[in-house]
């Protein structure tokens, strides 16, 4: 069973950390992997507590830089100017948070499971790590937690497109009844259905896979991959061999992540934090503490299972969903 640490109290988080041998840290300049928040977004991690954790780490003797990957779409993200510019704006900068800001766009390449993913040079050549990750919901993977926060922030743009193209829909006429129920889910608007036949438009594609995961007749399968999958392979191959330290901020849940500027509404009350070593264990503990007080939230509202990539990612041995947890 994984330990799984909750408080609600900020002041905890150091008792939190040294459950997890914090102190085997001490010395090293270490990623601390989070999302900076989208331009008009409201729900990210907040700056002032991410600050308390920075504090709390640099006690020990920890050099931790704040760290993020450049984004496939296009806006001030998808460069590292660009994004370095955003974070200030969004109050994470030296100045305020007392430890440097990295942006990435290089990779290195990594394989799992027959595939090639190309994770971030600093992960890759960082034998320690931090994940900071704001739990929400997702329009392509149900919910964005610790697994979501390195199998799409810590790789590159290049990989984040081939996944995502991966998981397009690909349509077999004999097999399609035609039942609209793909055009009725799909978040973008790339489906109709129009005198019995399928039309997709390719260019308002996100390649979120919801049509494939809704669809009732077997009549669209994924190109490649189901993104989920890919995500917990992705995931895998930035934590594999390192040793790694989670956060979880499951409060400001909502429906839609914090790449989307108008994220809201929040869909559930403010829960505390999760800290734990094994990723699996502490997005099924959110999930779970979530779905105690809104059952299946996520699935209800972005129509996709978030619980298949936490077992995706327990199948291909990226930690265990059986958990303990223990409130501080």
Same mark, same amino acid.
């Given at each position: 069973?994984?330990?799984?640490? @909750? ?14 041998? !914090?102190?085997?840290?001490? /010395? ?45 779409? %296009? ?52 034998? @320690? ?12 993977? /149900?919910?964005?937690?610790? !697994?979501?926060?390195?199998?799409? /922030? ?73 993104? %989920? ?10 934590? %594999? ?48 503490? !979530?779905?105690? !007080? ?35």
């Amino acid at each position: 069973m994984k330990k799984v640490v @909750f408080f609600t109290d900020e002041k905890k988080i150091k008792d939190a950390l040294e459950i997890f041998n !914090i102190r085997s840290f001490s /010395g090293e300049k270490v990623p601390f992997k989070l999302h900076m928040g989208e331009k008009g977004n409201k729900y990210f991690s907040r700056p002032d507590f991410v600050k308390k954790v920075i504090k709390s780490l640099q006690s020990y003797d920890i050099k931790p830089f704040l760290f993020d990957t450049t984004v496939a779409y %296009q806006g001030e993200r998808h460069t590292v100017e660009g994004y370095l510019k955003l974070a200030v704006e969004n109050g994470f900068s030296i100045d305020k948070i007392g430890c440097n800001v990295v942006i990435d766009d290089k990779g290195i390449t990594y394989k799992i499971e027959g595939r090639e993913y190309k994770v971030s040079e600093h992960i890759y050549n960082s034998k @320690f790590l931090f994940s900071f990750t704001h739990v929400k919901g997702h329009v392509a993977t /149900g919910m964005g937690g610790a !697994i979501k926060n390195f199998g799409m /922030g810590g790789v590159t743009k290049e990989t984040k497109i081939r996944m995502h193209h991966g998981s397009r829909p690909i349509f077999t006429k004999d097999k399609c009844t035609y039942c609209g129920i793909c055009a009725e889910v799909c978040p973008f608007g790339a489906i109709k259905i129009v005198n019995n036949s399928w039309i997709h438009n390719m260019k308002s594609c996100f390649g979120c896979g919801v049509c494939v995961e809704n669809c009732e007749s077997t009549g669209l399968s994924h190109k490649d991959l189901e993104i %989920q999958y890919a995500l917990a392979c992705a995931a895998k191959a930035c934590v %594999q061999d390192k040793n790694v330290i989670y956060i979880n901020d499951v409060n400001r849940i909502t429906k839609s992540c914090d790449c989307d500027p108008l994220a809201g509404p929040i869909i559930c009350p403010d829960i505390g934090y999760l800290v734990s070593d094994d990723p699996v264990a502490i997005d099924k503990a959110s999930l779970e503490l !979530i779905n105690n !007080i809104k059952p299946n939230i996520f699935l209800k509202e972005n129509k996709i299972n978030p619980l298949k990539q936490i077992e995706f990612a327990e199948n291909i041995g990226l930690g265990s969903s059986s958990y303990d947890i223990i409130d501080i």
